[in-house]
Nanobody, 125 residues
């Protein structure tokens, strides 16, 4: 069982940066693949970025590639999402998720086993 708590969201102007954190409980965090998803008002939850259990493999949605960076610190049981050059269309609730199959970088919601409660990111124009 893994519990996930996101933090770091807030209000930022377009072009600005934010760094999200997702702190995990449980002794087996290092064996999980981790992902970030987001959900804008009236839209479905969508994939943003994923990282495998070692941190050696990452994958990004085209919409954030080159602007966002996912990373993890297994000693701190934390996964991060550095978001640069933010745009108003990045406004959403951001969720982190844990995948029991740590070797993969999953892009599907259904592939994740545990979810955090989300943190709001608002980008003003």
């Amino acid at each position: 069982q893994v519990q996930l708590v996101e933090s770091g969201g807030g209000l930022v102007q377009a072009g600005g940066s934010l760094k999200l954190s997702c702190a995990a409980s449980g002794r087996t965090f290092s064996s999980y693949g981790m992902g970030w998803f987001r959900q804008a008002p009236g839209k479905e939850r969508e994939f943003v970025a994923a990282i495998n259990w070692t941190g050696g493999s990452t994958y990004y949605a085209d919409s954030v590639k080159g602007r966002f960076t996912i990373s993890r610190d297994n000693a701190k049981k934390t996964v991060y999402l550095q978001m640069n050059s933010l745009k108003p269309e990045d406004t959403a609730v951001y969720y982190c998720a844990a995948d029991n199959l740590g070797l993969r970088v999953g892009v599907r919601l259904s592939g994740y086993d545990y979810w955090g409660q989300g943190t709001q990111v608002t980008v003003s124009s």
